[in-house]
């Protein structure tokens, strides 16, 4: 897919200084003439698969109700106020992913997925807001937008979405088929269909705090070095037998204060972390592997490209790849910097590259991570 305008008459950096994180813009014709990249029946066949994400979403009379899938069928399109979601079509389609790729001017440590959304005539998921970044490409039909950046960010106790309580716009726009609306994180919004339409939601990454920290408390366990055992052989008869002595509080604080993280420490893990494909996510290699030998003569013809579901990363002399992590010489920085920034290589690139890179490109291959051609 060649490069799309995406953001009108502003670049990404204009766009990063003036937008990102800071208020919505909405892009008449950021992709012109755009068509949807699949039709209502290739979304309902992939949302009847359990490692596909998707939820169904009916409303009528002020009553919500949402079904998650597997979906084993979808309501008549002649019935109004339904909306079917499906997560991750990027996944799944080559067109979607290559559509997803256009947003690369944010970093791929940020970049999410591609969700579609179908809905019929009246049809939404309410009132609310996103934690994250989120463009919203209109892809077929109308949708009329209502936004506003409220602080009361409260949701109806009881229902199976969170819908805001109290739901005050201050702005409403209707997109056509490839306009784009961009919001910010805690931004809310309201989008209902104008007729039968198409949105597809670029949506960002943003762990949690509490998130990070958890996992790279269990990431670090098994990295933590304490010898010795606790002992107290200056030990007092104890009065009050049930206090916890105040020298065995200091000695254990004293000792795990030398518990130190460095930066190299965090650069793995959030590598490891954020390069680690969502559990839904499943690699096939392919049936009949070619021979070590057969792989490289292909691939130095035909070059290599990462499969839509790897995600790679890089940072320094630590290369990322599906939430495993290396350290790379310098000889390989360049091949393997320009596989994850391109996520492909021509075969030539393939002539300067080591054994041991050889030897895991291959690996990569017999597991379904890269692809040849």
């Not at 084993?72 to 106020?81: D, G, N, V």
């Not at 979601?85 to 979607?96: F, I, K």
Request: glycine content about 8%; charged content about 25%; overall charge negative.
């Amino acid at each position: 897919m060649k490069k799309l305008p995406l953001l009108g008459d502003i670049t990404p950096a204009q766009f990063l200084r003036d937008y990102w994180h800071k208020k919505p813009l909405v892009i008449r014709q950021a992709i012109p003439g755009f068509k949807p990249l699949l039709s209502l029946d290739a979304l309902a066949e992939l949302a009847t698969h359990d490692h596909v994400e998707s939820r169904l979403v009916t409303a009528g009379g002020g009553h919500w109700n949402m079904q998650t899938g597997p979906l084993e069928a979808i309501p008549s399109t002649a019935q109004k106020e339904w909306t079917l979601l499906v997560q991750g079509v990027n996944l799944h389609d080559a067109r979607a992913d290559a559509l997803l790729r256009q947003f690369r001017f944010i970093p791929d440590a940020r970049l999410d997925d591609l969700m579609v959304s179908f809905a019929t005539d009246g049809g939404g998921v309410g009132p609310h807001f996103d934690s994250y970044d989120v463009f919203l490409l209109q892809a077929a039909g109308q949708r009329r937008w209502r936004i506003g950046p409220q602080k009361d960010l409260s949701v109806i106790e009881g229902l199976p979405l969170k819908i805001l309580s109290k739901f005050k716009p201050n702005e409403e726009f209707v997109l056509e088929p490839g306009d784009m609306l961009y919001l910010p994180p805690h931004y809310a919004h309201d989008g209902v269909a104008i007729g039968d339409c198409q949105t597809y939601s670029i949506g960002f990454r943003s762990p949690s705090y509490q998130e990070l920290g958890e996992a790279f408390l269990q990431f670090m366990a098994d990295s933590i070095d304490l010898p010795g055992r606790y002992a107290d052989p200056e030990l007092e008869a104890s009065a009050k037998p049930a206090e916890i002595p105040r020298h065995m509080l200091a000695t254990v604080a004293e000792e795990m204060n030398k518990v130190r993280f460095t930066e190299d420490d965090v650069t793995i893990f959030l590598g490891e972390h954020l390069s680690e494909p969502k559990h839904n996510v499943f690699f096939t290699g392919p049936a009949k592997p070619l021979a070590v030998g057969k792989f490289r003569e292909a691939a130095a013809k035909k070059g290599l490209s990462l499969s839509r579901k790897t995600l790679m990363l890089y940072r320094g002399k630590n290369v990322f790849i599906n939430g495993e992590s290396f350290a790379i010489g310098r000889a390989d920085k360049a091949t393997l910097e320009a596989l994850a920034n391109e996520r492909a290589l021509p075969g030539t690139a393939l002539a300067t590259a080591s054994e041991d890179v050889l030897d895991a490109l291959y690996t990569w291959y017999t597991d379904g991570w890269i692809e040849l051609g």
